[in-house]
């Protein structure tokens, strides 16, 4: 963890978090009743660009919720939509909504988009100035009353989901179809397949050389947006994509365990279970969490490829610094300065929060978990059981997680 150094001197880290509360849809404990809706299985989470809003998804309550940021950061319950309109919220069509996932708000804010892994769909919500949201369109790769067909098979497994920043280029990851799908909005704001990748023979896709995308999960954009990178959850390979002018991507390399799948061999730790993927805002630092327990940092090689820099582990693995707190890791969020990096860990209940050290290092800050064991404190248990996600204010002052067993999403407030 930190040392006294590190704090000033004594003095509480830069970056540092308190808890504000949370919101849950389980009855009792030591957070806020939900107003609607469902939080089951709670996953994808994510803040508006204009900070006023967070957003979160339901795997098993096929539902998305909306809070507003209150003073503090705090949240408020804003309304949500879900499949049939359960739980008194918003109807969406069909299965529009079924096995929520992936979450992404456009640059501009006028649209929420959602990854749907059980209706092999993508979900445009429409988001209000005052951030409140309604159904406003879907595509699905099979037949989902309302939505929009875009060929069989190609979102299979939705996972991930990010949006290029001019807001017209969408971007989707699909565990099962192991596919990346480039769609673009169309003048009435649904959504068409312009193209797509995939490992295996999936129609209409480019096919691979390679097997790297088997299990494509997190997904995002460079904020210089030229490059989109790829976790891949069970090849364990972060794959590299040049985006084009027109928004179409170029593989651009991949780094693997073992130099599987023909990537460059990973010399460190493991990407086995990729699953979270933050990029600092120069675009010089890639960071990827691994259910194994691994966060490893990595950096583009110039126009082609990744080198591996540094890993955490929650476990002793060669090649490994030691941090508590990362037991099964699988979201990732950076600071928008790029000094602080926050984790959340299924298995640990825990949010760990690290940051980028000198030479390459990652170094450990602080954990803040549902039980408090060596290395980390104790926080409201409800707020993070089965903590999944998490997602960084644009005004650095806050962060969000949502996590799954606790069925609730929490709020936390960041030392200046």
Request: glycine content about 18%.
């Amino acid at each position: 963890m930190a040392t006294a150094a590190d704090r000033g001197g004594g003095k509480q880290l830069h970056g540092a978090l308190k808890f504000r509360g949370c919101v849950s849809e389980l009855p009792g404990g030591s957070c806020a009743p939900l107003g609607a809706g469902s939080l089951t299985g709670t996953a994808g989470i994510a803040v508006s660009s204009d900070g006023r809003s967070v957003y979160a998804t339901s795997y098993g309550g096929d539902a998305v919720t909306a809070f507003a940021r209150t003073g503090g950061g705090k949240l408020a319950f804003q309304g949500c939509v879900a499949d049939g309109g359960a739980g008194g919220c918003q109807a969406a069509p069909g299965e529009a909504l079924r096995g929520a996932a992936g979450i992404a708000v456009s640059p501009a804010g006028g649209d929420v988009y959602v990854a749907s892994g059980l209706g092999s769909s993508v979900t445009r919500l429409a988001r209000g100035a005052d951030g409140q949201i309604a159904f406003g369109s879907c595509s699905s790769d099979r037949p989902s009353g309302g939505c929009a067909p875009l060929g069989f098979g190609v979102l299979a497994g939705a996972a991930g989901i990010a949006v290029g920043p001019g807001g017209s280029d969408v971007y989707v990851t699909a565990t099962d179809a192991a596919t990346v799908s480039h769609l673009v909005r169309n003048a009435s704001g649904g959504l068409e397949m312009r193209d797509c990748l995939a490992a295996g023979e999936v129609p209409g896709c480019r096919q691979t050389r390679h097997n790297y995308l088997a299990g494509a999960d997190a997904i995002a954009v460079s904020p210089d947006g030229r490059e989109v990178y790829v976790a891949s959850y069970t090849s364990g390979a972060v794959v590299r994509f040049h985006r084009g002018k027109t928004g179409g991507l170029r593989f651009r390399g991949c780094i693997a365990d073992g130099g599987s799948d023909g990537c460059k061999p990973l010399p460190a730790g493991s990407l086995a279970g990729a699953s979270g993927i933050a990029i600092s805002p120069t675009g010089h630092e890639v960071y990827v969490t691994s259910q194994v327990g691994v966060v490893t940092r990595l950096r583009p090689s110039g126009r082609r490829g990744l080198d591996f820099v540094s890993c955490l582990a929650t476990r002793k693995l060669k090649g490994c610094a030691r941090a508590p707190g990362l037991g099964q890791a699988t979201g990732i969020a950076i600071s928008p300065n790029g000094a602080d990096l926050y984790v959340t860990a299924q298995a640990a209940n825990s949010i760990v929060h690290l940051r980028p050290g000198s030479r390459g290092a990652l170094v450990p800050a602080e954990c803040l978990a549902a039980r408090a064991s060596r290395g980390c404190r104790r926080v409201a248990p409800g707020a993070l059981r089965g903590a999944y996600a998490v997602a960084a204010s644009p005004d650095g002052r806050s962060v969000y997680t949502s996590a799954s067993r606790g069925r609730s999403v929490a709020a936390f407030a960041v030392r200046p």
